[in-house]
């Protein structure tokens, strides 16, 4: 297994953790989300590994993107992400990977969180949770394949509804509309995604592939096509004034005010 500088990966069993450890807050850019992909296509190089726990040190889960405040002489708040291609280019890889994955949230899915928990199989969450798709509160358009994977998990009105209101839903929430299948103390995230996981790790691993294989069939080709689609709006869209304003209000912790342009 390589070497990598935010995250680890250690073996139980048949399971492969996958730990982010980018605290508190785990914001992700180009840099975490291929090394994530990088530790997927080992796993699925390695035959002893059958299913995979995707986790996070601090309290959350992934608070999605750092957009923070711009250089001095820099218009655009999400330059810091890299080139945005790319960083969906790294992860449509993660949605091609082969084996089951089990994301233990225990804290904060925000935006491109969101889309990093929801492109794992099964989420095991917890009352302090919090899910949120907050993009047109940044005065942006969804990313990270969500307008396709977030209406088939949770429905497309639910997604909708996440979208266009830019909410947190609370773990108990989130189990019941389907955007999670197990919750359990905030304490007990990981040791509950791993007995998940290790449930799964039960069965025949060749078994597993093929029928994971035709369950998910054409979704990395729909989530790639889709994103080509997000890039083009989000490309438009951080070119405004309410982009701007939306990244500023966050950080400032205020309801922003946006003008339309």
């Given at each position: 297994?390589?070497?990598?500088?935010?995250?680890?990966?250690?073996?139980?069993?048949?399971?492969?953790?996958?730990?982010?450890?980018?605290?508190?807050?785990?914001?992700?850019?180009?840099?975490?989300?291929?090394?994530?992909?990088?530790?997927?296509?080992?796993?699925?190089?390695?035959?002893d590994y059958?299913?995979?726990?995707?986790?996070?040190?601090?309290?959350?889960?992934?608070?999605?993107?750092n957009f923070?405040?711009?250089?001095?002489?820099?218009?655009?708040?999400?330059?810091?992400?890299?080139?945005?291609?790319?960083?969906?280019?790294?992860?449509?890889?993660?949605?091609?990977?082969?084996?089951?994955?089990?994301?233990?949230?225990?804290?904060?899915?925000?935006?491109?969180?969101?889309?990093?928990?929801?492109?794992?199989?099964?989420?095991?969450?917890?009352?302090?949770?919090?899910?949120?798709?907050?993009?047109?509160?940044?005065?942006?358009?969804?990313?990270?394949?969500?307008?396709?994977?977030?209406?088939?998990?949770?429905?497309?009105?639910?997604?909708?509804?996440?979208?266009?209101?830019?909410?947190?839903?609370?773990?108990?929430?989130?189990?019941?509309?389907?955007?999670?299948?197990?919750?359990?103390?905030?304490?007990?995230?990981?040791?509950?995604?791993?007995?998940?996981?290790?449930?799964?790790?039960?069965?025949?691993?060749?078994?597993?592939?093929?029928?994971?294989?035709?369950?998910?069939?054409?979704?990395?080709?729909?989530?790639?096509?889709?994103?080509?689609?997000?890039?083009?709006?989000?490309?438009?869209?951080?070119?405004?004034?309410?982009?701007?304003?939306?990244?500023?209000?966050t950080e400032?912790?205020?309801?922003?005010?946006?003008?339309?342009?």
């Amino acid at each position: 297994m390589s070497t990598f500088t935010d995250i680890v990966v250690e073996k139980h069993g048949h399971v492969a953790l996958i730990e982010i450890r980018r605290p508190p807050l785990n914001f992700f850019d180009i840099s975490l989300i291929g090394q994530i992909a990088t530790a997927l296509d080992q796993i699925d190089a390695d035959p002893d590994y059958r299913a995979v726990v995707l986790a996070a040190q601090g309290k959350a889960f992934c608070a999605g993107a750092n957009f923070g405040t711009p250089e001095p002489g820099d218009k655009d708040p999400a330059v810091q992400l890299g080139k945005i291609n790319h960083l969906y280019q790294e992860a449509v890889r993660i949605f091609r990977n082969k084996k089951p994955i089990v994301a233990a949230v225990q804290g904060a899915a925000i935006g491109g969180g969101l889309g990093l928990a929801v492109s794992a199989d099964f989420r095991v969450t917890c009352p302090e949770a919090r899910f949120a798709a907050n993009f047109t509160r940044l005065g942006f358009h969804p990313g990270f394949g969500l307008t396709v994977t977030l209406p088939e998990l949770i429905g497309k009105n639910n997604a909708e509804l996440m979208f266009y209101t830019s909410r947190r839903v609370i773990g108990e929430d989130a189990l019941r509309m389907g955007l999670a299948n197990v919750l359990v103390p905030q304490d007990q995230v990981r040791a509950e995604a791993l007995k998940l996981a290790s449930e799964i790790a039960e069965n025949s691993p060749l078994g597993l592939i093929s029928t994971r294989a035709t369950m998910r069939a054409g979704l990395a080709d729909r989530v790639a096509a889709q994103t080509d689609h997000e890039l083009a709006e989000q490309t438009t869209l951080r070119a405004t004034e309410d982009f701007k304003e939306g990244v500023k209000a966050t950080e400032e912790r205020r309801v922003p005010n946006f003008k339309g342009r």
